[in-house]
């Protein structure tokens, strides 16, 4: 969908390093999401947002921050890039208003 | 916390068969979501379901709130119906609790 890109769609960086992942949805939907999937687990989410500066915790969120200065923009970062946090990241928004979630088309990050 | 349980892991199916995938809850919910994946990644939305039944072309979504339960029925399959299909419950909290996903297979 046109409406949530996520940024970028491929990454590989060296372990230690921080590494910024950026969403950007042009709906001005008020939830915003960071999921991540592993083989054996289901999407699990890492942190979403309620409204600009306004974020909280999921349920793997140690290891990662995010921040929320506009509406259209959800950025995830790894402070400290570790092997443990290779996966594929998707963004997603919506609430449970809407017909449902739209989800941005993943990111592949990869730390050596 | 919410648990929701998927089956079968793995489907494979003859073109033209009837699939039926399974999705169990542990807790009240607001709505249950079916979602597609496809190889290659992209997550598209199918259904949003809180009570009753859905059908968008072949594809029928029902749901027992109290059998915490609901099936994602596919009639008449397709190989480009090869995918991985999730559910998702959705609590009061807007958050989703994702399933592990069933792998569909269609053989022509």
């Known amino acids: 969908d046109a409406g949530i890109t996520q940024s970028p769609r491929h990454k590989v960086t060296e372990t230690g390093t921080p590494v910024t992942l950026r969403c950007h949805q042009t709906e001005n939907h008020r939830y915003m999401y960071w999921y991540r999937q592993d083989p054996g687990h289901g999407l699990r989410l890492i942190h979403y947002?309620?409204?600009?500066?306004?974020?909280d915790k999921g349920e793997v969120s140690d290891g990662y921050s995010v921040s929320r200065s506009k509406t259209e923009d959800f950025l995830l970062t790894l402070e400290s890039a570790t092997s443990s946090q290779t996966s594929v990241y998707f963004c997603?928004?919506?609430?449970?208003?809407?017909?449902?979630?739209?989800f941005g088309s993943g990111t592949r990050l990869t730390v050596v | 916390k919410n648990e929701v349980e998927q089956s079968p892991q793995n489907l494979t199916a003859q073109e033209g068969e009837f699939i039926t995938i399974n999705c169990s809850y542990s807790v009240g919910i607001s709505a249950l979501h079916w979602l597609q994946q496809h190889p290659g990644g992209g997550i598209v939305s199918l259904f949003m379901l809180s009570s009753g039944k859905k059908k968008h072309g072949r594809l029928i979504a029902t749901i027992n709130i109290q059998e915490k339960h609901s099936s994602l029925h596919i009639t008449a399959s397709h190989p480009r119906d090869s995918a991985v299909y999730i559910c998702?419950?959705?609590?009061?909290?807007?958050?989703?609790?994702f399933g592990k996903g069933t792998k569909l297979t269609v053989n022509p």
């Open positions: 997603a928004i919506g609430t449970a208003t809407n017909y449902g979630y739209t």
């Open positions: 998702a419950a959705e609590g009061g909290s807007e958050k989703l609790v």
């Open positions: 947002s309620y409204g600009v500066k306004d974020t």
